[in-house]
């Protein structure tokens, strides 16, 4: 399907999330992140790039620990800090993983990801086809419940600033591991949101495709 045949669905209201494929659980426990080693940060923005061309080898589990720390981990447990900002502390963000399994939402106290949805939404993360066989969407989802501090008129602007950080930290991480990935906004976030069973003061903010680059199809 080509992006073009996906908006011509999506405009007619027939875009609709496939089944999931594969074995699934409804935790999938990762393991401890590795917090030391990889790229150096100067290195690692240097190599920073966005890639539009993914591998459809999927992630293994280390590669997926690290990512998912890296992106809004808890790196202070006594603080309950994490590895992005957001504004006022709020902590308005959750990424929920798009996977050939099922949707997935990623819980940093627990180090896990959560089955939200037996279905395979990847098709629906964005308009471009190259969503729909990338290993792994990430969709950033800001919870307006947790936002109470802020003013409701800033609300979008500050979660869409908490949801930069956590990509660029993706990004950070994608160089510093190999992997390629995008950040997206062409999304039909009500389609989505329906999808992913998103309540009304959770709101899509982004998407960003993650994978191996196509060049590393065939490495073991």
Not at 43 to 54: D, M, S, W
Not at 110 to 120: K, N
Not at 131 to 146: E, S
Request: net charge negative.
């Amino acid at each position: 399907m080509t992006s073009s045949d996906k908006v011509a669905l999506d405009l007619m209201g027939l875009l609709r999330p496939k089944a999931g494929s594969g074995a699934r659980s409804d935790v999938i426990t990762l393991p401890a992140p590795q917090r030391e080693g990889g790229m150096p940060v100067m290195e690692a923005l240097a190599a920073r790039a966005t890639r539009r061309e993914f591998a459809r080898r999927a992630l293994p589990d280390d590669v997926l620990s690290n990512l998912l720390w890296a992106a809004f981990g808890i790196n202070r447990p006594a603080s309950d800090g994490r590895t992005a900002p957001s504004a006022l502390n709020q902590q308005e963000i959750d990424i929920y993983a798009a996977l050939p399994n099922g949707l997935y939402r990623y819980d940093p106290h627990g180090h896990c990801l959560l089955l939200v949805a037996p279905h395979d939404v990847r098709c629906l993360t964005g308009v471009q086809q190259l969503v729909d066989d990338a290993p792994l969407d990430l969709v950033y989802v800001a919870d307006h419940n947790r936002m109470m501090l802020v003013p409701t008129a800033e609300r979008d602007t500050l979660a869409a600033a908490s949801a930069g950080a956590i990509a660029e930290n993706v990004y950070l991480y994608a160089a510093s591991a190999g992997l390629a990935t995008v950040l997206r906004t062409l999304i039909d976030r009500d389609t989505l949101s329906r999808a992913m069973n998103l309540e009304p003061t959770q709101r899509v903010v982004l998407a960003q495709t993650v994978g191996y680059p196509l060049l590393a199809q065939t490495a073991p």
